[in-house]
């Protein structure tokens, strides 16, 4: 593959590379972010939970750029119902900085 454009953001460490498909010749955008630092942070916060802050507000989820780029795409990202499933999944308990109860 031959690499037509490349990126690095280091605000949100997120890295862009736009290849040429050998197959196809078309182009082809990859985003990888590191997350681990994300993650990390997500379950500090957990584990740190107090409930809701005196102004009745429960911070529920930090989630990568990346990941957020993947929910615009399938259109979970507005969906407010689709979202709350999201994160509702024990799969993606790694996004939640919350005790994880139902949102």
Partial sequence: M?????????????????????ETGLPLITYTQDVKP?????????????????????HVASIPNVVVQRLMQTGVWWDQKAMKRYLDDPANRWLRTDDARRL
């Avoid at 500090?44 to 005196?54: E, I, L, S």
């Fill in 38 to 58: 994300i993650l990390e942070a997500n379950r500090r916060a957990a584990n740190n939970f107090q409930g809701t802050n005196p102004h009745d507000i429960t």
């Fill in 2 to 22: 031959t690499t037509l454009y490349e990126r690095y953001d280091p605000v949100t460490t997120r890295y862009t590379e736009i290849v040429e498909d050998v």
